[in-house]
């Protein structure tokens, strides 16, 4: 049967008409800011994901396209790219030093080696244009510190006579001239960077602009060949060769210039976790913490919190609602002030605890009393979940069961094992997997709780308490700047451990629900 | 990233940690964070206040679920700390209605320094950034500031410190217009003011205590962490240095002296002054607590800086400043002097208006000492310094305990530092052995120096 296109067209429910509307709406609004920048991709991208939004609401077919695609999509953006990008930076010595392509880094460390010639006067700067607009070329009407005008453009200097022009009587400065419109501070703001570019050759340098009204001899002391791809400081006469991302002086000193750039570098980034010795010794013992932390953590959240759950449960309870309200107040306090404060509480002379218990322990400061008190912390902003979820499990414990266990003489503990638990377990499993890898990068706890201290003697790179996102964070950010590249390739590592973590882990639920299911 | 004053403000911890939880940890160190940040209002919480520590992390969701974009509507944009940008606000307003443009000077929260050279990066960053002059090493390597050019004139007139501490690889980077740094602040109800050694120091402290008067003989922070900053004036007065210096005076990073002779003399100093020793020492005063123990009257001595003049005039104690004592026998103590500037970037949309404010503008005496009269600090200009001594003797002993300091580094190197070092302090405090410590320390500085 074919529907007429009318009938076709009163198919179309309403609200799929304005979401494609919506869609074409984005797309419009986004194509030209992206062509405005020259951003091809970005267009292509646009108008692509628009075209195959609006074909698969807009006919009557693909109905389970419509279901799968706008997933697909939102899994493309905001899973896969930022996971393909990271293994891309992973790659790359990108990182501080190492921001801009090598193009940007030769023309930044040109810019930054200009140097105003000793000794040489300053001008008072007006810009000019043949048109009264500033889309035109412009030149320079420069007045020296004895009244004497020169106009300059790209070609060089050219001797103007007073009779052409009349000056500011304080600074000299040109007001008007013959045959030019002098631009107002705000034209001249306005040339932006084609005023920043621009030079009037002198002998041994050129003559630029410093803000709206003066102008200076400068000449650049770092002069880039590009044939031999070699910078050279013409103070010193020392030649930088470009390799591996930034500038090395051939002398053999061992000297960099500042700015480095970005190329790929391979597996660097990978062998170096493998091969630096700052990296690798400490793994394995901050790994068994890692796991120590995640695992005890997730016990006795999960163990305190079923604990509380089963007593809540008990039928003669009385002031339930308000024991749980209590219960679940730690979970709606913001972790990050809970976290702060558990900090200050732990201090050894002004801290709550000590001051409490009348104790000199020194919890944050010895390593054992230290991962104590992480632990300790994370379960107190950890069981009111757990108490959450395993209220709820308690209530889909089948009544009968409980009944026929109790009646064929089971103990309340018995029931409790073999009715209630198995039960509670299916459920909660892959929320204690959740839990466990959420707890694995818990990197906010350690953050703010100790930020890994204490330290063994004689390494900072790797504390007690760290866990390897909190010690990895400080490998790629503490020590020498912001590392993206070998930051992307940690956590490259970090995202395979945990998965394979995760994955062992989901298997075991599946067995275990297929032991129970028997 | 630069550790530049490793006091962390709980405030600037949870700013970072609220923003690093939102961007999956890719922004940089929160320590520049807290370092930026403690400039204006450090060490402002006081320990285990949950009021505090709330709003904090109010600002912290608030400020962290934007990330900094640059204002489109206006000619000329500024960056700047949030405690700062109000202020600066007035300033870069009379600028623009002189030369009648628009101007808006916008607040970023969250380490300023990365969100400035990542959206500087991306052709997104503002056209002026303010900062301490520690950064300028960083900034200048991902190309995200330009030289000034100043007249011989305009240097002259700046204080030497100043201007060296904004001059980097022979090229002015910024427009100095405050310097800060430590000095000793006495309770003067509790001690003497301005004593002659450290040793006399804590041998007063120690009598307050003795006598019921306070609980602590001193207040120098240190945190589980260590504290470089804060321990420079004592790690110079025992001779010790963390570089060596270049024949032009500025600081070479291939001579790491955190294991030289005077660097462990100062060690030796950590222990003895430390827990297991007189206990003056201690890991449990940090950036939190040091300046809420000295306005509780828990402590006749604090060292810190000129960001805590306001919370310490606030409660009212009578207060002396004077340089911090060094130790009997040894040299003057050696703060770090730093400077907070105005930079220029690199891709700056309206370098011209840029240049003008920040050359002609900033470099003159009436702004200087009305940016000092919003924000307390001894001006970087020399003439706008002497007019304002004249009436505020808590600038002029400032300036003096900075008699004997040294520039702040701003070699990216430093950033290698603060970790290593400040672990070691906090060891030896804690009872290390101060040789092996320090050694490790310097090892370790020397090896993420190489790599890097």
Redesign the interface.
Known sequence: MTALPSERLARLSWPRVVFVGLVVLFAVLTVPTLVDKHSWTGVTVTVAVTAILAYVYLTPKRIAARFLVPGTILLLAFQVYPIGYTIDTAFTNYGDGHRLSQSQAVAQIEADSVLEQPGAQRYELSVATKTADISGAFVFFLTDPNGKVERGDAAGLTPVPDSEVTKDQFTGKVITAAGWHILTGIQVNGLGQRLAAFEVPTGGGFIKSVGLSEAYVGQFTMKYDAAAKTMTDTRTGTVYKASDGEFKAVDGSGKTLPIGWKVGVGFKNFTSVLTNAAIRGPFLRVLVWTIAFAVLSVLSTFGLGLLLAVVMDHPRMRGRRLYSSLLLLPYAMPAFISTLVWASMYNKDFGLLNKLFGTHIDWLGSPWSARGSVLLTNLWLGFPYMFLVCAGLLQAVPQELKEVARVDGASPFRVFRSVTMPTVLIGAMPLLIASFGYNFNNFNVIRLLTDGAPYPSGSSTAGDTDILISYTYRLSFGGQGAQYGLASAISFLLFVLVGLISYAGFRQTRQLEEVYAR | ??RYRPS?T?AA??VV??A??LTG??S???KSAAGSSSSTSSASSP????SS??A??ST??SSASAPPVRDPNT?LVIWADAQRAPVLQQFAQSFATA???SVSVQPVSTDLQ?AY?TAT?AGKGPDIVVGATDWI??M????AI??L?L?AAQKGAFETTALNAVTY???VYGIPYATENLALITNTGEAAANPATFEAMVANGQAAVKSGKASEALAMQIG??GDPYTAQPLLGSAGGDIFGTKPDGSYDPSQVGVDNAGSKAFAAQLAKYGEKGQNVF????DA??AVS?FTSGKTPYLISGPWSLEQIRKSGLKYAISPVPGFAGLGPAQPFVGVQAFYVS?KA?????A??FT??YLTRKDVEEALYKVDPRAPALTEAYNDVSKTDPDITAFQAAAAHGVVLPQI??M??VW??L???E??IV?G??PN??MT??AN?IR???A??
């Not at chain 2, 320990?47 to 949950?50: D, F, N, Q, R």
């Not at chain 2, 200048?140 to 190309?143: A, F, L, P």
Request: include cysteine; charge should be neutral; hydrophobic fraction near 40%.
């Open positions: 990233m630069v962390l709980t911890v949870a940690a609220a690093l939880s940890c890719s940089s160190s929160s320990s285990a206040s949950g520590a709330a904090a992390a912290a969701s000619d030369n009648g443009i990365s050279v990066a090493g960083n200048v390597q991902n190309g330009s030289p050019p007249t690889n022979g090229q589980q962490q201690k890991r449990s005063i939190d607590n123990l690199a949309k309206n370098t011209a208006l240049q003008e050359l002609n990216p190197a950033s290698a970790g290593p400040g672990i070691a906090a060891a804690g290390a052995d092996t410590s490790n320390a370790q090896a993420a120096i790599k890097g």
